[in-house]
């Protein structure tokens, strides 16, 4: 069937609005999705410009989609046709750490969410002259009007959910939400800090208040931009930083925390000097977590001695250490109580202006860009 899509020719190529061709011959696992609406993500981005990959290019990205199921393959036991669903992730179901529900560390998780289309190199986007065009990006691809999705990446929604707006929390939103309820943990006593106060770090400021009884005595922003900055005290921070004024980023959280330190902290840039630095600024036996990506070779160091004497901690955190099908729809809840206003970061732009909205991203002038496939 044809289909619109955001096509990446090679890396480092605009996003082409353009008609694709979707197989609809299901695999027993897969589910065709009529897509309402797609967060964008600078994950999506810096794919887009990725040289490392062999056959990923063309390609069509996006990982945090929101539609609802047409038809469902053979094996699919969790969804029915008018199903409306949120995508995020896909993984195996069988390694230990899906057994344990730890999916976002599946054993064939970088194969099956980065990889160039299903598990065995298949593909189910070609263009319309019949070229291969990779799709299943974190299970879905879903830059496309129309997707082809796995059933371990869709997460059920009610019937009466505004999809255009729940989008994001397929990845950015989960992430930070979960990095700083599953990961850093904070309890009345920690100091917390976020650097980075885009989507992802204005998630995890705002999740602190859904751990109500254990709400840390400080809460520290760091960003570049003011507004944003403004937005995180909004949501929870005690106290912010503006790195564009502030060069020395160690000493100024160490004079906010007299000489203390961060108990945890979640870096959203994924810049190896910001990470350097907020290790030196960590308390003894804090945790330093990261969730941001920016180049992929990029690598961080630690003195020894000081780890060994400190106790710190620096640790990954993927899809913020989440399993979608029950962390979702807690966040949905809460969000429908009005504990967890995530939609107010969110602008939303037709598929066929993600130009517009890549530009919005980059700028930092909108917090989360959400296309919309109608």
């Given at each position: 069937?044809?289909?619109?899509a955001?096509v990446?020719?090679k890396?480092g ?6 008609k ?6 299901l695999r027993?696992?897969?589910v065709?999705i ?10 999506d981005?810096?794919f887009s410009?990725?040289?490392?990959i062999p056959?990923?290019?063309?390609a069509?990205?996006g990982?945090?989609?929101a539609?609802?199921v047409?038809s ?8 029915s046709p ?5 995508t995020?992730?896909?993984?195996c179901?069988?390694?230990t750490?899906?057994?344990s ?9 970088e194969r099956d969410?980065?990889?160039v ?16 065009v990779t799709s ?10 129309h997707?082809v999705v796995?059933?371990?990446s869709i ?6 959910a505004?999809l255009?707006?729940?989008?994001p929390?397929?990845c950015?939103?989960?992430t ?13 006593t920690?100091?917390?800090?976020v650097?980075?106060a885009?989507?992802?770090?204005l998630?995890?400021?705002m ?6 009884e254990?709400?840390?005595k400080?809460?520290?922003?760091v960003?570049?931009?003011?507004a944003r900055?403004?937005?995180?005290r ?9 790195s564009?004024?502030v ?5 100024a959280?160490?004079e ?8 945890g902290?979640?870096?959203c ?5 910001v990470?350097n630095?907020l ?6 036996r804090g ?17 020894i001695?000081n780890?060994?004497n400190?106790?710190?901690i ?5 899809m913020g250490s ?10 949905v809840e809460?969000w429908k ?6 939609t107010e ?9 993600m ?6 991203v980059l700028?930092g002038s ?6 919309t496939?109608?």
């Amino acid at each position: 069937m044809l289909t619109d899509a955001l096509v990446v020719s090679k890396p480092g190529a605009p996003f082409k609005f353009q008609k694709i061709e979707v197989n609809d011959n299901l695999r027993d696992n897969e589910v065709l999705i009529r897509m309402k609406a797609t967060g964008v993500c600078h994950t999506d981005l810096n794919f887009s410009n990725e040289t490392s990959i062999p056959g990923l290019f063309p390609a069509v990205f996006g990982h945090e989609g929101a539609g609802t199921v047409i038809s469902i393959g053979s094996s699919v036991t969790t969804l029915s046709p008018g199903d409306n669903v949120l995508t995020s992730y896909t993984s195996c179901g069988a390694c230990t750490n899906c057994s344990s529900r730890h999916t976002s560390f599946c054993r064939d998780w970088e194969r099956d969410n980065f990889g160039v289309g299903r598990s065995d190199g298949s593909k189910a986007y070609s263009s319309t002259s019949g070229e291969a065009v990779t799709s299943h990006f974190f299970g879905q691809s879903s830059f496309s009007s129309h997707a082809v999705v796995t059933e371990r990446s869709i997460i059920k929604v009610p019937s009466d959910a505004p999809l255009q707006l729940l989008a994001p929390l397929g990845c950015g939103i989960m992430t930070g939400a979960g990095a700083m309820l599953n990961v850093v943990k904070p309890t009345s006593t920690s100091i917390v800090a976020v650097v980075g106060a885009g989507a992802v770090g204005l998630a995890a400021i705002m999740a602190l208040k859904l751990n109500k009884e254990e709400q840390p005595k400080m809460v520290i922003a760091v960003d570049l931009i003011q507004a944003r900055l403004d937005m995180a005290r909004k949501y929870g921070a005690t106290h912010v930083i503006n790195s564009a004024e502030v060069k020395d980023l160690k000493a100024a959280l160490l004079e906010l925390t007299d000489g203390e330190g961060v108990s945890g902290s979640i870096d959203c840039t994924g810049r190896a000097d910001v990470v350097n630095t907020l290790m030196e600024a960590t308390a003894k036996r804090g945790t330093v977590v990261s969730v941001g990506v920016g180049k992929l070779d990029a690598t961080v160091s630690a003195n020894i001695f000081n780890t060994v004497n400190s106790g710190r901690i620096y640790t990954g955190c993927c899809m913020g250490s989440c399993y979608p099908q029950e962390f979702i729809p807690m966040l949905v809840e809460a969000w429908k109580r009005g504990d967890f206003p995530f939609t107010e970061l969110i602008k939303t732009y037709p598929a066929e202006e993600m130009d517009k909205a890549v530009e919005a991203v980059l700028d930092g002038s909108v917090v989360k860009a959400v296309l919309t496939w109608e």
